[in-house]
């Protein structure tokens, strides 16, 4: 093994563009793998890395990936070179605690470039509890989104809310989070399931992943007001997979009520999404009718969700290649993320290498 170039996005200061320029990965350490990456997923909590001032730089980015194992540490034991992988923000074995980005050891022009996991990268140096192997049968390019669409709105439905058949919910923003969310919640035969967003477009291909209802909550339209309608009160389960103010605080009045009594609960909220600093809850909400408001970072066990996704995928029933709808090469990174940022993607885009 040896120091290996690769080809990167790199962004170098805050706001900017991001540059698409040579970078040096060093070898493994006895806990790391290199992986050559065939696909990444284009995820909106990049665009908040992107917009956020408090990050050191030059950032790497990305963290959803397919690829192929090259090289690999003496301490890890579960993969191999050749092996086929997905990459992945979350950690193999559940930490106490949230996990420490640790730096890689990757370097641009001399200077550390950060990011404890990246993938908008031809070839990534990481943590080998961030790498999961898939058998060779799985495809290249849409297996990628499960590390972290698919995982990040199914696992708040399974995993968080865990979401029974006959249950009520709401998903508020159907991009490829949202959209993931809808199509656990078909799977364990969720019903309603209400799709909210102000893109009709977008609503219209929510009902392909299991979506029953749709709220478009433009103009004059209160989608709490809508969903209690539907509903007769309330969802059991709401999410939120954008994570603005707004959406954050509607969840919770979205859920129904509960009451007076030891086992009288009300609905749960969900936040999947990167939340602002700040929201504004009626303590009511909690106290009067027993809702809970909880949040789901990454709720998932990569070792036996990730075979899961793909079997459901292979099965026709978690439909990975219609929720891709656009596709990039890395030199066309910035098109890409105008394109996210702008509201142009339906779904998911990827990068294929």
Known sequence: MATKSTTAAIQLEHNAPLVVDELELPDPRHDQVRVKLLSSGVCHSQLHQMHNADLPRPQLLGHEGTGIVTD????????????K??????????????????PTGAMYRGEPALGGVYTWSEDVLTSGSLV???????????????GCAVLTGAGAVLNTAKVRAGDSVAVFGVG?????AIQAAALVSAYPIIAVDLVDEKLEFARQFGATHTVNAGGNTDPVEEIRELTGGGVDYAFDAIGVRQTAEQILPATRAGGSGADNHGGM??????PPPEITLDPR???????QYRGSLGATYPDTDFPMFL???QEGRFPLDKLITRRYKL????EACDDLHGGKILGRAIIEY
């Open 176 to 180: 490829g989070v949202g959209l993931s």
């Open 331 to 334: 030199a066309d990174i910035n």
């Open 269 to 274: 909220a969900v936040l999947i999404g990167i």
């Open 285 to 291: 909400l909690f106290m009067m009718a027993q809702r």
């Open 72 to 83: 690999v540490g003496s301490a890890v034991d579960h993969l191999q070179e050749g092996d």
């Open 85 to 102: 992988c997905i990459v992945t923000w979350v950690p193999r074995q559940t930490p106490r605690g949230r996990m420490a980005p640790q």
């Open 132 to 146: 999961v192997p898939i058998p060779d049968e799985h495809p290249d390019d849409v297996s990628c989104i499960v």
């Open 311 to 313: 079997r459901w995928h």
